[in-house]
């Protein structure tokens, strides 16, 4: 199934979803998939099987790597901060 058709089946999902919402939560069960549930799972599994990768290799340099490793190990050197301060990511 190529990304195109999968993105319109879970857009088309997504749609129905919304206009479910006329069921009361506890008649439904645990364990029955609702449409965004599947495509959710949908979405996993063919990330998960690799079958709509890049055929082209994507590699990455050995200093690249080295700067990628360097930046994740220095991150556990920073506290975690108890609350988000949020910033603009704009000059506005």
Known sequence: MNRITLLTLTCMLAATTAHAGDTAP???TAVEPTPSST???TW???????????????PLSGEV??????RYIDS???PIPE???HE???DN
């Not at 990330?47 to 082209?56: H, L, N």
């Not at 790597?65 to 360097?70: G, Q």
């Open 26 to 28: 506890e008649q439904r």
């Open 39 to 41: 495509a959710t799972r």
């Open 44 to 58: 996993l599994d063919l990330q998960s099987s690799g079958q709509e990768a890049s055929k082209k290799p994507q």
């Open 65 to 70: 790597l080295d700067k990628i490793h360097e």
């Open 76 to 78: 556990f050197s920073k």
């Open 83 to 85: 609350h988000y301060e």
């Open 88 to 90: 603009s990511f704009t």
